[in-house]
């Protein structure tokens, strides 16, 4: 076994393995909390970067549902933003147009508008907005709207006329940007999987081989890597987050309980 993969059993066994997580001093609204604690314990300081967390390894803890890869906004978009125009038709505001058109209410939050939920596109086939995420010859990512495939009884009150086209591009990751948040992430040395008991105390470790963009594109064109929106009015932040499901992430890990009982 290579020495930094020994160093980062070492540092989960002495700071990790038996505990459970402590909310004393963290944000308990945060979802990222427990990561935060978790990190601290390995020795790894709170940072924004996009780089593997430890001697090489990206640090994940198991969760109950999906894991995520990252909050991965696009590069080109058809609402206003810092963010350059994803096509020649002028940019829109994002609250009171694009969400409008191509989002839906939340009947939960006072009809709060959102890019989330059964709105949001995937490579399945044109959901009932009329969008779906396509992967193109280059290996971009699209999400793109039909108005033929638009399912809303709405939809020609909904929609201005300009948008009432069949391959209008909503948004666009490039390439290059994602393969290289997704390789200075995932294609140094891998990925390190902490697990938890029911009871919520640490008990395994795990290992992911390294991920390489032409790995993760084809999870996209799949499904099995899935945008997973979360764009609400009012937040600035996109919440472009990039999940896969915990059976198929489950399903990369190797050794998990070879490499406990080997330490």
Known sequence: ???????????????????KFDPTGYNKNHDGAEGQWLEQRMGIKSNNNNAPDLLG??????????????????????????????ADIPQIDRDTQFLKYFGKP?????????????????????NTFGQI???????????????LNDQRSNKSELIPNEFH????????WLKESMKAKVENKFN?????????????VYTQIGFVKPIDYSMWIAWVKSGIVFFDSGMYAGNSRSYSQWR????????????????VEQH
Do not use: H
């Open 106 to 126: 939340n009947l939960n939050k006072d009809n709060r508008l959102s890019w989330s939920g059964e709105a949001v596109p995937t490579v399945r086939g044109y």
């Open 1 to 19: 076994m290579e020495q930094n993969k020994k160093m980062i059993i070492e540092k989960f066994y002495s700071n990790v393995r038996g505990k």
């Open 188 to 200: 140094d040395q891998g990925c390190v999987v902490c697990y938890t008991d029911s009871k919520g």
């Open 244 to 259: 896969m499901n915990n059976k198929n992430w489950n399903e990369l890990v190797e050794l998990v309980e070879l490499v």
């Open 133 to 147: 995420l396509q992967v193109d010859e280059e290996d971009n990512i699209l999400a793109c709207y039909s108005y």
């Open 165 to 172: 086209i069949d391959n209008l591009i909503l948004a666009q």
């Open 57 to 86: 390894y990206e640090i994940k803890k198991a969760t109950k549902s999906k894991i995520t890869f990252g909050d991965w906004s696009p590069d080109l978009v058809l609402w206003k933003s810092k963010r350059k125009a994803c």
